[in-house]
Structures are given as C-alpha cells and as structure tokens.
Nanobody, 121 residues
C-alpha cells in the first residue's frame, strides 16, 4: 500500500516562506506526476502545482513567481517552496501522486492527508 506523508505546514506571517515536503512510502517502481493542491475554507480544492517524472512543471496563475515545485524521483518525494506568502494562501495543502506503479498494484491517484498553512496576524 502506498501512502503520501506531508510535512512542513504551519503558521507564517505575510511575506514569509515555507517549504512543504511529501514522501511516498511503499515499494514503488514509478510515479508519473506529483503535485500539490489546496483547499481554503469554504472553497473547492484547487491545483497549486504539478511536476512530471521528467521535470515538466505546471503552476496555478495565483502562485507563479512565488512558489516552486521540485521532485526527487529516487526518494519519491515532492517539495513545494512557497515564498512571498499572502493571507489568501491560507489553506490545507494536499499532496497528490498520479499513476503510481508498485510491486503489487497500480494506483491512478493517491492523496495525502493534508497539511495546514495559516497566517498569524
């Protein structure tokens, strides 16, 4: 069974930075795309950024120039460096993995439990 374990969320001030990490556990042969989505209070979950195994990235317009996604394929880990954070970035951030191939199974998509990013006044 594959699990995604996120870390790095927390309390931040406007203009601050945080780095989120997400590691996939299990005996994994390959993962196609990994990424981050977020869900703010009262809103739908939305794409933040994704990255393929080949390093192609995609960002939401709202985070371009401020967030950077990266990935370590051997460690099956994806990172999200978030700079110049704004109060509107407050949300639960969910890690996502697409087309995960393991020893015994193939998963079309897997989600992490989420990590909260919130702002201090």
């Amino acid at each position: 069974q594959v699990q995604l374990v996120e870390s790095g969320g927390g309390l931040v001030q406007a203009g601050g930075s945080l780095r989120l990490s997400c590691a996939a556990s299990g005996t994994i042969f390959s993962i196609n795309a990994m990424g981050w989505y977020r869900q703010a209070p009262g809103k739908q979950r939305e794409l933040v950024a994704t990255i393929t195994s080949g390093g192609l990235t995609n960002y939401a317009d709202s985070v371009k120039g401020r967030f950077t996604i990266s990935r370590h394929n051997v460690k099956n880990t994806v990172y999200l460096q978030m700079n110049s954070l704004k109060p509107k970035d407050t949300a639960v951030y969910y890690c996502y993995a697409n087309d995960v191939l393991t020893v015994v199974s193939r998963y079309l998509e897997i989600w992490g439990q989420g990590t909260l990013v919130t702002f201090s006044s």
